[in-house]
T-cell receptor
Framework: GAVVSQHPSWVICKSGTSVKIECRSL??????MFWYRQFPKQSLMLMAT?????????EQGVEKDKFLINHASLTLSTLTVTSAHPEDSSFYIC????????????FGDGTRLSIL | GQNIDQPTEMTATEGAIVQINCTYQ??????LFWYQQHAGEAPTFLSY????GLEEKGRFSSFLSRSKGYSYLLLKELQMKDSASYLC???????????FGKGTTLSVSS
């Protein structure tokens, strides 16, 4: 079945560091990928829709200059958390869907980001 | 906009049947999804309804009533490994991304 790979799984870094997270569709091409954030004991909150070859669409309240999204190929989207601070510590998860026919969203394994 | 409600927590015993309800209010409807999420892991797809009625997949079934804005996930023959969070999700107005409810944490005891 369709597989979405996300890297890295864990990041621990100092405040002020920028962190890049990669999301890859391994056996299908994804013109659209999605980035979610999940705080402890809360549900997944959609941050942005990543569109191949064009600008990402951000949800209300998500700073586009803080969370940079690049979708340069049909199999790779990246999320960069710029100048991360402790309040950015969270579980970041990407998803993608096989574009042909009905297919559910498939999720990467997530990235746990801890900012010290 | 989207508003998805489900109970916060439920408990059940091994071998039992449990029904997790979800009500939704959306400005457009493009299907209702159920995902399972174990602590610290990504969600995995369980079931999907776009038409009214029951969809059965082994021990898991999902039901939808569009007129009532209501869905439920039915888990049969519960096992300890079914202890997880169950997320009800609708599709956003653009018809692309999933919008999740807060999730129902199910605890299965022996």
């Amino acid at each position: 079945g369709a597989v979405v790979s996300q890297h890295p799984s864990w990041v621990i870094c100092k405040s002020g560091t920028s962190v890049k997270i990669e999301c890859r569709s391994l056996d299908f091409q994804a013109t659209t990928m999605f980035w979610y954030r999940q705080f402890p004991k809360q549900s997944l909150m959609l941050m942005a829709t990543s569109n191949e070859g064009s600008k990402a669409t951000y949800e209300q309240g998500v700073e586009k200059d803080k969370f940079l999204i690049n979708h340069a190929s049909l199999t790779l989207s990246t999320l960069t958390v710029t100048s991360a601070h402790p309040e950015d510590s969270s579980f970041y998860i990407c998803s993608a869907r096989v574009p042909q026919g009905f297919q559910p969203q498939h999720f990467g394994d997530g990235t746990r980001l801890s900012i010290l | 906009g989207q508003n998805i409600d489900q109970p916060t927590e439920m408990t059940a015993t091994e071998g039992a049947i449990v029904q997790i309800n979800c009500t939704y209010q959306t400005s457009g409807f493009n299907g209702l999804f159920w995902y399972q999420q174990h602590a610290g892991e990504a969600p995995t797809f369980l079931s999907y309804n776009v038409l009214d009625g029951l969809e059965e997949k082994g021990r898991f079934s999902s039901f939808l009533s569009r007129s009532k804005g209501y869905s439920y996930l039915l888990l049969k023959e519960l096992q300890m490994k079914d202890s997880a969070s169950y997320l009800c999700a609708g599709v956003n107005q653009a018809g692309t991304a999933l919008i999740f409810g807060k999730g129902t944490t199910l605890s299965v005891s022996s």
